[in-house]
Nanobody
Framework: QVQLVESGGGLVQAGGSLRLSCAAS????????MRWYRQAPGKQRELVAT???????NYADSVKGRFAISRDNAKNTVYLQMDRLKPEDTAVYYC??????????????WGQGTLVTVSS
């Protein structure tokens, strides 16, 4: 079983910054892709950023130039640095990952979510 524990959410004023963390633990042989999603009230969940185990990154157009995703493979942890936050960034942020288990199955896991609120 794998657990993803997120932290770092909270309330911040527009223009401010937050750093989210997501640490994975459990039966993990190797993590391949790590992602951050978000879901705003009344909206569908959307993909925010992706980082591969080789370090390649991808971002939604709405966050390009403001957010940065990174990972620490030794700690099985992914980060999301969010700068110049806007009220429309308000959402529950979820980490997600593709991983290979010790039984060599390729699986996917989700975190429980952390709330980010940006006030105007």
């Amino acid at each position: 079983q794998v657990q993803l524990v997120e932290s770092g959410g909270g309330l911040v004023q527009a223009g401010g910054s937050l750093r989210l963390s997501c640490a994975a633990s459990g039966s993990i042989f190797r993590i391949t892709v790590m992602r951050w999603y978000r879901q705003a009230p009344g909206k569908q969940r959307e993909l925010v950023a992706t980082v591969t185990n080789g370090g390649s990154t991808n971002y939604a157009d709405s966050v390009k130039g403001r957010f940065a995703i990174s990972r620490d493979n030794a700690k099985n942890t992914v980060y999301l640095q969010m700068d110049r936050l806007k009220p429309e960034d308000t959402a529950v942020y979820y980490c997600n990952m593709d991983y290979v288990s010790h039984s060599i199955d390729t699986l996917n896991a989700w975190g429980q979510g952390t709330l980010v609120t940006v006030s105007s």
